[in-house]
């Protein structure tokens, strides 16, 4: 039997709570000097940023306080109905939440980014999806989506 060498979360690769907590905490800061993005979030609650760090960990393979504390995707994507983004306005949060990740340093490395930038390409074009609806939401949306390494860091 040979033993294979198991790759790390991508929460864990990141940097753990810890780095997801440092990357909103800096975003949203950028976030509320934009010219485009500060009107959707100059009123958002005190704790969002570390809901969305929350929410990212769990994505990314780490613990499930998301879920546990707010409600899981369907809560998520409740969150964004209603808010008609443009999708100028998505593609600034996604470019400064990249600008933010070389800021405070998350892993540079090919194989970590292309799997971080899927998802969050994924996320906000539901984001901007789901905001142009009025309506309510009916189907079953949970559990969170689960993002894994697209390519394979390390050898077997
Ligand atoms: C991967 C993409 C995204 C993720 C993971 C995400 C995550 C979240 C989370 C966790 C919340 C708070 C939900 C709660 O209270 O439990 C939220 C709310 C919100 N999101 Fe997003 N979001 C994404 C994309 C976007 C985009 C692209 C925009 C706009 C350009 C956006 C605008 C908002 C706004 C305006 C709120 C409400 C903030 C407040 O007033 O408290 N989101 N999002």
Known sequence: MTLEKTPPTLYEWAGGDEAFKRLTSTFYGKVL??????????????????????????????????????????????????????????ARWVSLLLETADEIGLPSDPEFRAAFVSYIEWGSRIALSVSQSDGEITEDLDPMPQWNWIVKPFQD
Do not use: N
């Open 33 to 90: 000097e934009d010219p485009l993005l500060e009107p959707l979030f100059g009123t958002m609650a005190q704790e969002h940023p570390e809901r969305v760090a929350w929410c990212l960990s769990e994505v990314f393979g780490g613990p499930k306080t998301y879920t546990e504390q707010r409600g899981g995707h369907r809560h998520l994507i409740q969150q964004h109905l209603h808010r008609h983004l443009s999708e100028q306005q998505r």
